[in-house]
């Protein structure tokens, strides 16, 4: 892959502004035949691509675990919204899982300890015993049930 000294745009600055300028931007290197810029530009956007959506993953990650300790510690956080929202988060991340090849159940797991390590410190600031906790289980944020309690 060309250095990015070499090629005429600043792309990751691009990729930071918006995929519609970027998508545009290739399309005039190809129209230029620009084809070793072209090729560095895809190859760079998708490595871009891949680390943007692992982000999101994880960030939904974090934001389930944060839910989860807040409904299993505070019972203020044991309502009908909140369970619909622990459903939601898990479905979006079942999708993602599913369906796009940028991250992976064994990328989950990596990072899971650092992941949980950040929604316990979050969770925490809303009820303290939260960081006594030890660890969530793939079970628990994925499996266990969380209905309200009535």
């Keep these: 892959m060309q250095s990015i000294q070499n ?9 930071a502004e918006s995929d519609y300028t970027v998508i545009t931007e290739i399309l005039k290197l190809t129209k230029e035949k620009k084809f070793d810029e072209l090729e560095y530009a ?7 691509i ?5 982000r999101e993953i994880l960030w939904k990650l974090r934001d389930l675990m944060m839910l989860i ?34 991250i992976t ?3 989950l797991k990596i990072k899971w300890s650092e992941i949980f390590e950040i929604a316990k410190d ?3 600031n809303y009820n303290p015993a939260i ?3 030890d660890i969530l289980s793939w079970d628990e944020v994925f499996n266990q049930l969380y209905e309200e309690s009535r």
């Design 50 to 54: 891949k680390k943007r959506e692992e």
């Design 105 to 107: 159940r064994e990328t």
């Design 69 to 102: 300790l807040l409904w299993k510690f505070s019972d203020q956080y044991r309502d009908k919204e909140n369970s619909v929202k622990i459903s939601q988060y898990r479905s979006e991340i079942e999708d993602i899982l599913q369906f796009e090849a940028c």
């Design 7 to 15: 090629t005429t745009k600043n792309w990751e600055l691009l990729f």
């Design 131 to 133: 960081l006594n906790t």
């Design 42 to 48: 895809l190859e760079s956007y998708l490595n871009y």
């Design 122 to 124: 979050r969770a925490g």
